[in-house]
């Protein structure tokens, strides 16, 4: 077991790696590239690390949009708004939560769509389709 300085001092190094995307990047691994961004934000979210999250989460778009792909998409938006959210960058973290419930109602993954519901519901105390018509709403005003 790492103790936590153990972890933060991992963490950052395999971070580093995923700052130069060719660098662990090879024909083929685009997902693979996906789903070790979600870990490495996840594991950045432990620690409260919230610019990082942000940063890591513009990576994930930006290669998804890049590859034509939205593998893991609603994961990046929702927690690059988690992350806003708690640096208290509000309008930041409507927008990525509006791309979140996009991102879930375009693939149509009705277990997806719930759990995930379930979370943002959880985790920022709204009704989150109340969220996204209050959204709408100022977007049209």
């Known amino acids: 077991m790492l103790s936590?300085?153990?972890h933060g001092v991992l963490l950052d190094k395999l971070t580093a790696m995923?700052?130069?995307?060719?660098?662990?990047?090879?024909?083929?691994?685009?997902?693979?590239f996906s789903v070790l961004l979600v870990r490495l934000?996840?594991?950045?979210?432990?620690?409260?690390?919230?610019?990082?999250?942000?940063?890591?989460c513009e990576l994930g778009i930006t290669t998804n949009v890049d590859?034509?792909?939205?593998?893991?998409?609603?994961?990046?938006?929702?927690?690059?708004?988690l992350a806003h959210f708690y640096l208290e960058q509000y309008i930041k973290y409507e927008e990525s939560l509006f791309r979140c419930y996009c991102v879930l109602h375009m693939e149509g993954n009705r277990i997806k769509i719930q759990r995930f519901t379930e979370w943002i519901e959880k985790d920022f105390n709204i009704v989150f389709?109340?969220?996204?018509?209050?959204y709408l709403q100022k977007q049209i005003n």
């Open 4 to 6: 936590v300085d153990d």
């Open 129 to 134: 389709h109340t969220f996204i018509m209050k």
């Open 67 to 81: 590859f034509k792909q939205y593998y893991l998409l609603e994961n990046f938006f929702y927690y690059k708004a």
């Open 41 to 56: 934000i996840k594991a950045h979210a432990w620690h409260k690390n919230y610019p990082k999250i942000i940063e890591l």
């Open 18 to 32: 995923f700052s130069d995307q060719q660098s662990i990047m090879t024909a083929g691994n685009d997902m693979i």
